[in-house]
C-alpha cells in the first residue's frame, strides 16, 4: 500500500488507467472495519467489510452526476448523501451457530463543519442478518478526519442488541 | 471479555486509527504533521501587512499576497483569487503561523477564482465559502469529484490549454508536474490529472500562475513561447534542507529557472513562510535561499518578494 500511494509526479498525459484505479480501489474495500455487538449475554467483537451499491449525493457540484456505484470518491459522501450500504461481517465468536453476518443499510450523511470533511451526522436505519435473526437498527453515528473514520452506534430493540463499529470509509 | 482482552483492544484501535491516516503519507507529509502538532499552542502571528481596501480604483496591474498559494490579482477592473486560504489549519492538523493578509469580507467581488489542485492547501472548502460568490470558479480537469457546490456563479474544469474566453478575460489552463489526489490513499486514483497551472490575459497584461509544481522545462519553455508573460507567481518552497527542489516542487533556484524559462518580466515567489510546515531549518529558509540566487544572477529587479498582506502594484 505504501509503494502505492508514494508521491509520483506525472505529466499531464499519464492519466491512471482503469485497471490502476480499480487495484486502487479494491486495496482499500479491503480495509475492514471494526465492529462491536452487544447484547444482553454476551459482547463480540469482529471486522467488517462495507460496500455502496448507490448513493445520491447532494452536496456536489452539478459537473459530476449525483449517482455513484461502489467507487465513491469521499466528498460525494460527506458534503450530503443518501447511502446504501451492504455490508459483511465476521465475528470472533459464533452467534447461534455462525461466525458471520451481513446487513443492509440506508444512511444519511449530513456535513456538519467544512462541507462535512471535518464532521459531519450519519442517521439511518438497517437490518442485520446474524444467524436465523434479522434485527431491525437504528443508526447514528459521526465522521470525520476527511470522511475516513466514521463511528457509528446501531440499537436494535427486539431483540436488544448494540452494535457500536468504527468505520473506515476511503470510497 | 477479560480486563486483558481489552486493553488489547483498545491498543489495537489505537494502533489502526494512527497507523491507518499515516500509511498513506510521505515522511514529507508526516514531519509537516508532527511539526504542526508540536506548535499547538503558539500564537498566529501577524501579517507584516493588511490591506484594508485591496481592490484598487485606478490600477493596471496590482498582485497582493494573501499567504502561501492565495494571490489577489487585479487587471485593470477584474479581479482573480488563486488558491484561497484562510483558515486557521489546512487539512486539519497543519497549523497557520501567520494570519492571512487579506480579510476576505474586504472583498465585494471576485471575477474567478483559480484553483490549482485539490490538496488542502490550496483547494481549502472552508475558505471558499467565505468568498464573494459573483464569479466563476475554475478548477483542473479532475477536480469535479471533489468539489463540493460551493455557490459560486458557475464552476468550469479546463483541460491542459483549454482556454475560457469571455469579456476580453482569456484564462489558459497550462501543465505543470506535481501530481493528484487529495488525501494521500487517491494519489494513483487521480493520477496525472487534478493539477495545473494557469495563464490570465485582460488588456493586455499577461499573469502566470505556476501552483504547486516541480521543475519541468519543456513545460516552462513552452509556456514562455506561446504568451507574453509579465508576472510569474512561482512557489519556492517547501525545499526542506537542501537546495535543490523535488520532483513536485521547484526550489528558489529552479523557481528562478522558470522565471527565464517563461521570460516573465517578473516574478513573485509564493508557497512559504505561511503555515508551520517544519521541512525547512527555518521559516525564511527559502525566501533567504532566493536572495542569495538573485544575488548571485544580479536579477533583483526582476523578483519582488512580498511580505505576506503585501500588495505590487506595476
Not at chain 1, 22 to 27: E, I, N, P, S
Not at chain 1, 103 to 130: D, K, N
Not at chain 2, 259 to 277: C, G, Y
Not at chain 2, 293 to 304: G, S
Request: proline share 6%.
Amino acid at each position: 500500500m505504501i509503494i502505492v500511494l508514494a508521491p509520483t509526479a506525472r505529466s499531464q498525459t499519464q492519466e491512471a488507467s482503469l485497471s490502476d484505479r480499480v487495484f486502487t480501489w479494491l486495496q482499500f474495500q479491503a480495509i475492514p472495519s471494526i465492529t462491536i455487538l452487544s447484547s444482553t449475554s454476551a459482547t463480540q467483537t469482529g471486522f467488517e467489510w462495507e460496500a455502496t451499491p448507490l448513493l445520491y449525493s447532494f452536496g456536489m457540484t452539478r459537473l459530476v452526476s449525483p449517482w455513484k456505484s461502489f467507487i465513491v470518491e469521499p466528498p460525494a459522501r460527506f458534503t450530503g448523501s443518501i447511502e446504501f450500504v451492504v455490508s459483511g461481517q465476521i465475528l470472533t465468536e459464533k452467534v447461534g451457530n455462525s461466525y458471520f453476518g451481513g446487513s443492509a443499510q440506508l444512511l444519511g450523511h449530513i456535513p456538519l463543519i467544512e462541507r462535512g470533511e471535518h464532521l459531519g451526522l450519519t442517521v439511518g436505519i438497517g437490518s442485520y442478518s446474524f444467524s436465523q435473526s434479522t434485527p431491525f437498527f437504528k443508526v447514528v453515528g459521526i465522521s470525520t478526519l476527511f470522511g475516513f473514520l466514521h463511528f457509528n452506534l446501531k440499537q436494535s430493540a427486539s431483540p436488544k442488541l448494540w452494535v457500536g463499529s468504527i468505520e473506515f470509509r476511503f470510497f | 471479555m477479560t480486563q486483558a482482552d481489552w486493553t488489547r483492544f483498545v491498543k489495537g484501535i489505537a494502533f489502526v486509527f494512527l497507523a491507518l491516516p499515516m500509511c498513506g503519507c510521505s515522511s514529507y507529509v508526516t514531519r509537516i504533521v508532527s511539526y504542526s502538532l508540536q506548535r499547538m499552542t503558539e500564537p498566529i502571528q501577524p501579517p507584516a501587512h493588511r490591506v484594508l481596501s485591496p481592490i484598487l480604483p485606478n490600477t493596471n496591474l496590482a498582485v497582493l499576497w494573501v499567504g502561501h498559494a492565495a494571490m489577489l490579482i487585479q487587471i485593470h477592473d477584474k479581479v482573480f483569487m488563486t488558491d484561497p486560504s484562510f483558515t486557521k489549519t489546512i487539512g486539519l492538523i497543519v497549523r497557520r503561523a501567520v494570519e492571512p493578509g487579506l480579510d476576505p469580507s474586504s472583498l465585494s467581488s471576485v471575477d474567478y477564482t483559480l484553483i490549482s489542485h485539490l490538496h488542502f492547501d490550496h483547494f481549502s472548502y472552508g475558505s471558499l465559502d467565505l468568498l464573494p460568490k459573483n464569479g466563476k470558479l475554475l478548477i483542473p480537469s479532475g477536480g469535479a469529484a471533489y468539489t463540493p457546490e460551493l455557490g459560486f456563479a458557475e464552476t468550469r474544469e479546463l483541460k491542459p490549454w483549454e482556454v475560457l474566453e469571455e469579456n476580453g478575460v482569456r484564462i489558459t489552463a497550462v501543465p505543470v508536474q506535481h501530481f493528484g489526489g487529495r488525501y494521500g490513499f487517491d494519489i494513483q486514483w487521480n493520477a496525472g490529472r487534478g493539477y495545473t497551472g494557469w495563464v490570465v490575459e485582460y488588456k493586455g497584461k499577461t499573469v502566470f500562475v505556476a501552483g504547486d509544481t516541480g521543475y519541468h522545462p519543456e513545460y516552462f519553455k513552452e509556456i514562455g513561447r506561446r504568451f507574453s508573460v509579465d508576472v510569474a507567481i512561482v512557489p519556492i518552497a517547501p525545499v526542506g534542507t537542501r537546495e535543490s527542489g523535488s520532483r513536485v516542487h521547484v526550489s528558489p533556484k529552479e523557481a528562478v529557472q522558470i522565471l527565464e524559462d517563461v521570460n516573465a518580466k517578473i516574478m513573485i515567489p509564493m508557497h512559504h513562510r505561511t503555515f508551520f510546515q517544519g521541512v525547512e531549518t527555518a521559516p525564511t529558509f527559502a525566501q533567504d535561499l532566493l536572495k542569495r540566487i538573485l544575488e548571485e544572477k544580479k536579477i533583483h529587479a526582476r523578483v519582488k518578494i512580498l511580505d505576506i498582506g503585501e500588495q505590487w502594484i506595476e
